[in-house]
């Protein structure tokens, strides 16, 4: 076998970030040799090309399938396949489930070495499509060709301009698209809309290679109990004249639109957020709700983006700190303190931590909101330690810790210190199981018992899993 060979396949498990496994047996050799299949599920037989071969190992992508799986299903959306956004729209989704389940328990037994622990079924997500409160758009002025956009003579129409979805790791190139799954049909106006002005009056595009143009990036956020809709644009500078005229246009086709932002970015870094903002329309904010708790969001904080799924991970994390009312609750990377929020009716205190100052500031705001007075947030970097702050400000040591740190995990040296401040709880709310194990697995091995995690859905289509685990001091 070497790179380039097409083979005959028979898929016959699943592994983490969506590839189908094939297990055959090469010449001289009585084991079992693995063979990972982009685009394939188990029960597909397919003929497969050789991407890369491993001395233990190999990767392929599918060129045709023989004889599908029973476990596919028709995709909704017509970029399936090309836009990186969703992964498995193909894959039945209490298979979706099922997979998901099953790659998290495994990574916990191979990375974490634990076993022993009670594993609750997953918490599947109520809504599959449309489920999502924000999307992220990207502008490019080399517009992603598909197969059926390039004609004959090898001509395109409006090839320098396009709005939409990044291709898997194609970062200078965007598949233009008119419409999502994922949001809601009025997004999909917005971003039709957006695209059709723009193009109307030759407005240019920002360039990562030359550094001029106009257009950046369109946000389109929504609160989901509340109906609340904010367009955000991302521009490369401020043009009043243009952007009020887009803001009236765009009132008048699009009323349910409650606030219009334009971010500013004024770096060459290729982000969707600006160095300052004009609004034009509202108040610059939109808000939601999680529970009983109504939180305020700008267009560049953080909020869950699955809202009927945080709700579940939120009360999830909130059952398993099993709270009495006399505790204090650290929570680390609380973010905007949705968190902090949500779990404040039955602690005595929550101090959050957080390295980003704006965050900080909206947690202030939330919970002013929503008449809480028990919640105090920090800025703490937290790729640092941050004992040396509690110590300084002489804070109480916690009963409970809950950490929801971003997807590379924690810090060893904040692991190191919730082992030294020794709560007799640690609730771990992680969006990836990997780096998830590998934190709980340092935490265990300094006392802490892992007694039962639960996933929970929160990215219908894609592999990304969101999971909560509660370790007790032993």
Partial sequence: MKRGDLIDLEITDYAFEGKGISKITLDNSDKK??????????????????????????????????????????????????????????LDYNFQLKYK????????????????????????????????????YSFADKRWLTKDEITENGEVADRNFALGLHIPRIFDKVLDINECFLQSEVSNKILNFTRDFFKSRNT???????????????????????????????????????????????????????TIINNINEKKANVAIGDYERIYHGNG??????????????????????????????QLAFEFAELKGSEIVYDLYSG???????????????Y?????????????????????????????????SFLPFVNKTELEKPDIIIADPPR?????KTVNDIITLSPKKIVYVSCNPTTQARDVKLLTESGYELIKMQPVDMFPHTYHIENVALLTKM
Wanted: aromatic fraction near 12%.
């Fill in 33 to 90: 040799f693995a063979i990972f299949v982009n685009g394939s599920y188990p029960g597909d037989k397919v003929k497969a090309i050789i991407k890369k071969k491993k001395s233990s190992y190999a990767e392929a992508n599918v060129e045709e399938i023989i004889s599908p799986s029973d476990q596919r299903v028709q995709a909704r959306c017509k970029y399936f396949g090309t836009c990186g956004g969703c992964k498995q729209q193909n």
């Fill in 408 to 412: 590379s995990g924690m810090n060893p």
């Fill in 101 to 136: 389940a099953e790659q998290v328990k495994d990574i916990f037994e191979r990375i974490g070495g634990i076993s022993d622990f009670e594993y609750l079924p997953i918490a599947a997500s109520e809504n599959i499509f449309f489920y999502r409160n924000k999307m992220e």
């Fill in 336 to 350: 905007a303190g949705t968190i902090s929020i949500y779990v404040s009716k039955s602690a005595a205190k929550v």
């Fill in 352 to 384: 959050g931590f957080e390295s980003v100052e704006s965050a900080v500031s909206d947690t202030k705001t939330n919970c002013e909101i929503n008449n809480i007075s028990n919640v105090k947030s920090f800025q703490v970097d937290l790729n640092k």
């Fill in 285 to 314: 904010t939109i808000s939601d709700k999680i529970g009983d708790f109504s939180f305020k969001i700008s267009a560049n904080s953080f909020f869950q983006t699955n809202t009927l799924q945080a709700e579940k991970l939120y």
């Fill in 204 to 258: 240019t595009i920002y360039s990562t290679n030359t550094h001029t143009g106009y257009l950046r990036n369109l946000v389109i956020k929504s609160g989901y109990k509340t109906k609340d809709l904010m367009a955000n644009l991302v521009t490369s500078k401020n043009n009043k004249r243009l952007f009020t005229e887009y803001s009236n246009f765009l009132i008048k086709e699009i009323p349910e639109i409650t």
